[in-house]
């Protein structure tokens, strides 16, 4: 899990591109309404550091249809807006969920929700890339109380030090690995809160768990592939923590799968399996 750099592209420029992408009176109701979106455009780029501050949406019945159609029919100037926010996106990470962390980024996520804002729906600064997954769960959520409940991958300063963490306990004989969320006291406790629910609301505490299941296998083969034969606990261990720090310096002191393998590292009982 990691910040995302956000999209260059002008949102007022854009929008006026897919308009002109339309077609007869949508296009003509869609021109109508363009001043009064881009002053919308305008209050995001305002409110973009705390997006629980921005109004309502002022559009509803045929004006909603008519900004929905922006981003739900397919055009060019619309393929273009996707394809530069993937693009301003580091390569390693061009193509990954970053709401999860290890799904594919197939479509992109409204961070306010098109169906309550419809406005944003082809904004750049709204459209995140995300999974499907992590998609459906978040659905038009955004606030609790008031307050923000999952991350903003372009506006939030996710932290530095490490608050995502990974433990193994052996099942019936099978290692299996539970993550958590500890604040070591240096995480602004707003931001730890957004974490939490983040991972409440999107189920990452089993997803997870579930998608290593085989990512421990697959790391436990390679592990062993490499191994001296008389390499004992100790030294697979340190094949693991090699692995594990290599990732945390490719991605974040937050990736999962470099917490994983920490965990493993640190599993006598797994270390010593041959
Ligand atoms: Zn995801």
Redesign the pocket.
Known sequence: MQNLNPPTVDPDNTFEAIVNAKMGQRRNQLRTLTPQVQQRFSEYANCRMELARINPSPFNGGERDDLLHCYEVSTLPLSKLKASIRTAQRPNLQHV???????P?SGFDHYLAKSIYPEFSVNALNLIP??S???GLKDDKFLSDGSRSFVNFYYDAIPTQRFLFAYLIFTQGYPVVQFQLQNNGQIDLEMFRRLESHFLN?NLYVRLKQFSTSSIAEARAVVIANASPGDGATEIAGLYQTAANALFREFSPNHWKASLFEALSRSEQFCEMR
């Open positions: 969920c970053q709401y999860c962390g290890f799904a980024a995300s999974c997954e992590c998609n999107l």
